[in-house]
């Protein structure tokens, strides 16, 4: 059995999470996955998705103008989505699709110039 096939990523509240977080409510993601990562046991899958709360975080304070929660929120994300991926999330592509929703240099007005969404694998990992 793979690692998308297990875990968090079957859990109801990581779809509701994400579909949260691709409609752009980055504080309802967070609060649906929260819950879902304090049911998790220790371990990888655990850092992950506390890496996804902390992105999610971290576009939410973009939204309401708050540049160093932003930037505090995004340098703790990306140091637990140092991966590939988790389960069947691709997260290369998820923090890509963050970074590009907030451009080269992130307005302080809030504005996203995109949308960013949870990217999902068609790979089976290695």
Same mark, same amino acid.
């Given at each position: 059995m793979?690692?998308?096939e297990?875990?968090p990523?079957?859990?109801?509240?990581?779809?509701e999470?994400?579909?949260?977080y691709d409609?752009?409510r980055?504080?309802?993601?967070h609060e649906?996955? +929260?819950?879902l990562? $304090?049911?998790? %046991?220790a &371990?990888?899958?655990k850092? *992950?998705?506390?890496?996804?709360i902390? !992105?999610?975080?971290?576009? +939410?304070h973009?939204? $309401?103008?708050? %540049?160093? &929660?932003?930037?505090g929120? *995004?340098?703790?994300?990306a140091a637990? !989505?140092?991966?590939?991926?988790?389960?069947?999330v691709?997260?290369?592509a998820?923090?890509a699709e963050?970074r590009a929703?907030?451009?080269?240099t992130p307005?302080?007005?809030?504005?996203f110039?995109s949308?960013p969404?949870?990217?999902?694998?068609v790979?089976?990992?290695a």
């Amino acid at each position: 059995m793979s690692a998308a096939e297990t875990g968090p990523w079957l859990d109801p509240r990581f779809a509701e999470g994400a579909a949260h977080y691709d409609a752009g409510r980055y504080f309802e993601a967070h609060e649906a996955w +929260e819950h879902l990562w $304090r049911a998790q %046991p220790a &371990g990888q899958e655990k850092t *992950w998705l506390q890496g996804l709360i902390q !992105l999610a975080v971290s576009l +939410e304070h973009h939204r $309401r103008g708050n %540049p160093r &929660g932003r930037d505090g929120q *995004w340098a703790k994300a990306a140091a637990k !989505l140092d991966a590939p991926r988790a389960g069947p999330v691709d997260l290369v592509a998820t923090i890509a699709e963050a970074r590009a929703s907030l451009g080269s240099t992130p307005s302080v007005s809030g504005a996203f110039l995109s949308r960013p969404r949870v990217c999902y694998s068609v790979e089976e990992p290695a």
